[in-house]
């Protein structure tokens, strides 16, 4: 334990920054106190400290509510502190409503359970295996391999039930916990290892059944508590005592592992990973400083310590074939490093091509990632950077905090792995097509702008790229890219409402309703899934809700085929009345004029308008959006 | 240590855990005469002093220490100096 001073003074720093109404600073304090003590009653002094100053979390740090609801068969109220804080760590403030014990199943099936009634954003679902497969350890020990199958089965179908069912009748995020394999076990660690049916067999086919589940409900997530458990180790991970004397079923020890886990899991499903990782390359590619140690004496290959340092490479060259992009930020000379690419190939596992952007200069650190972001059309809070200067790390800290910051271990390289691996940052639960072409894609982007020096007039070059939008259901997108470009996308962006898969779904499903997404292309390549449209019929108008666009692709005109194409298939259901809304926020003020761009006039809604949003109208019956000329479009006819 | 006054950090870490000043943690104070300490509020409290005095209590007298002055004498009786 760290010294009772040094606690105590964390301490004093948070109830300061609470009594300054200083919500960075409480957070930061709360953030040092936990690694430094993550006793119980610190966990408690820091939920009631920050629960203090919600207002302050939200309006300075942008700290988002979540109606949360906690179904359960076990004791979850000791671990909610725990939860409380590390969600705010996280910027998420929970308002949580806990389940009865014996009630789980009624509360996700019944329309006027409590469940129902609290309307929540977020669900988790923690049950303990005496609820979910209570019969399993006694079938595993008898042997009996048909009889564990079907059990096995029949579990996976009465959850399925109870998701489906509370699914249909509400849009909340919903994350279900799978089980920890028990330690103690009548068969014992040979037995267990050995026979087909054994428990541990029959709970890991569980878990992959329940997780498979998930993959088939919209907005849920499987949480994944056994590999925590085997983290800590599973003998440790449940008290016994407590477990049989009060239901508790994490040892205390555990809980700040346990929440920090779930709210890992469940922020997936709220916001988009990362996509731009920028690495150093001095101690931190490699071993060693290039311009002092030559390309023959920096450390990386085979042999220790460069292997430490090839091992970091391949991670990165993993992240990259997910469509994480890789970029270089570094201060040397660009030549040197092309040379020692070249020179040390046999001993790096990436090359300079697997880098989309260089930026080896001599410039402030902070300044390159500014420019990567304008080259690359992407927000700054999709951006990691890596460094092993601690002096770099805080200056582009102070100067980006939008960007997340890795300091690599440069005294010990075999940790870097490691930590990145720690950070939720590139976390997602889906991995669509488009982010495995996305790499390809930013390629592409480079030969675009070559040609776009080359060709004269914008029109011309426009008409050159030979571009192809392709619209079609938001549901064939497939539906987890629509949700993930709602989750993503700021800058176009006229609403910026982060609708669900569900709530994709109702709309798709209404009358008059639309969910169509373009799907574009030209002769450089594939940009795959990059706009969506959710539009909903009122009265004899047709209003649409959200309209969206990659910024990687604005300044094509493939906002306006977009419009064009809501805008025909709203007149072909009947609609008199196209309807737009713009709400501004931070930072989509780059499609502000849209729908002004497009002939249509600004009003006041009947009743007054109460909210932030702008509201516009175009007659259908007397004009049309005109498609660029320059665009070929398909899927136009239903 | 007598039940005439609560050692100081049982006090300190009894007023984070039930979220009031640490001069409300009096021996009197109890389950019965404070109403958020309920039983979760009585568990977490029991988790906190297990913590943070590296001890376990026996499960079957956790109910029974609904009082700062029995809690703080079965410490005493644990052997934990206060």
Known sequence: ????????????????????????????????????SGKPADVQFCATALAGIADALRDQLGTRR??????????????????????VLANYLLDIEVG????????????????????PELVLILLDMEEIAGRLPELCAGGGGAEVEREIEECVARMAQLLRSYRAGSTARILLQGLVIPDCTSLGDVGEANLPHSLTKAVQQLNLGLAALCGTIADCVFFDVDRLAARTGRARWRDARMFLASRLAVAAEWFGAYARGLVRTFSTMFRAPRKVLCTDLDNTLWGGVLGEDGPEGIATGSAFPGNCYLEY????????????????????????????????????????????????????????????????????DSFVFVDDNAVECEAVRR???????????????????EILSEQPFFDAVVVTGDDVHRVDEYR????????????????????????VCAFQSALDAPLARAVQLLAKTNQFNLTTRRRSAAEIEEFAAAEGGQAVVVRVRDRFGNAGVVGLALARRQGDSCVIDS???????????????????????????????????????????????????????????????????VFYELDLTSSAITSPKWITVEGNEK | MSNEQVSTSLRELLADIFEISPELVTPELSMGTMDSWDSFRHLQAILAIEGEYGVQFDPQRIPELTSVARLQAELVKMGVAL
């Open chain 1, 444 to 467: 592409a982007q480079a030969k675009r702008a070559e040609l776009a020096s080359s060709v004269g007039s914008r029109d011309e070059f426009l008409a050159s790229l030979g571009i």
């Open chain 1, 1 to 36: 334990m760290q010294s009772d001073a040094e606690r105590q003074e964390l301490r004093l720093e948070i109830k300061d920054a609470v009594a300054r109404q200083d919500a960075a600073g409480a957070v930061a304090g709360a953030r040092r106190l936990l690694a430094a």
């Open chain 1, 100 to 119: 009865g014990y014996g009630s789980y199943a009624d509360e996700l099936l019944n329309s006027d359970s409590s469940l129902a009634k609290f309307k």
């Open chain 1, 547 to 613: 309209l969206l666009l990659s910024c990687r692709v604005i300044g094509r005109g493939i906002e306006s085929a977009l419009l064009a194409h809501v805008g025909e298939e709203a007149a072909r259901a009947g609609a008199k009345r196209l309807v737009g809304e713009f709400i501004a926020t931070k930072k989509n003020a780059p499609c502000a004029e849209f729908y002004s761009d497009h002939g249509f006039t600004r009003f006041v809604p009947r009743g007054g308008n109460s909210s932030d949003s």
């Open chain 1, 313 to 380: 490479q391949k991670y990165l060259k993993q992240l990259s074939s997910r469509g994480i992009l890789l970029a270089i930020v570094s201060k040397n000379n660009e030549d040197d490093v092309r040379e020692a690419f070249n020179v040390r190939a046999a001993d790096l596992a990436l090359s300079m091509d697997s880098f989309v952007a260089l930026k080896i200069n001599w410039h402030e650190k902070a300044e390159s990632i500014r420019e990567l972001a304008r080259e690359l059309s992407l927000g700054l």
């Open chain 1, 399 to 417: 100067q980006l905090p939008e960007v997340a910051v890795v300091e690599a271990p440069a005294a010990e390289p075999w940790r870097l792995v």
């Open chain 1, 66 to 87: 979540l109606k949360t609801y906690v179904v359960r068969s076990v004791t979850v109220e000791p671990i909610l502190p725990a939860l409380a804080v590390e969600a």
